[in-house]
């Protein structure tokens, strides 16, 4: 397992942060998603099925900007 913390734009509000873990949560090989009130989210995965990238470009379909911390 590894873990990425991603600084995600416009995760402001309780409705963002809600959509921000519903994404991740979405891709297969996540165990963890831990949105956090200061824009960031740490995400614990198994990296044979899914690369932070996949992160990045899942957010960036729903509307928000996001980078590796």
């Known amino acids: 397992m590894r873990k990425v913390v991603l600084g995600v734009r416009g995760m402001d509000t309780v409705q963002a942060i809600d959509k921000v873990r519903e994404t991740i949560?979405?891709?297969a090989g996540v165990t963890e998603v831990e949105p956090t009130s200061d824009?960031?989210?740490t995400i614990t995965y198994d990296s044979t099925e899914?690369?932070?990238m996949d992160f990045i470009r899942a957010l960036r379909?729903?509307?928000f900007l996001s980078g590796v911390e």
């Open 50 to 52: 899914v690369t932070a």
């Open 39 to 41: 824009g960031q989210v």
């Open 61 to 63: 379909k729903v509307g």
């Open 25 to 27: 949560q979405r891709l």
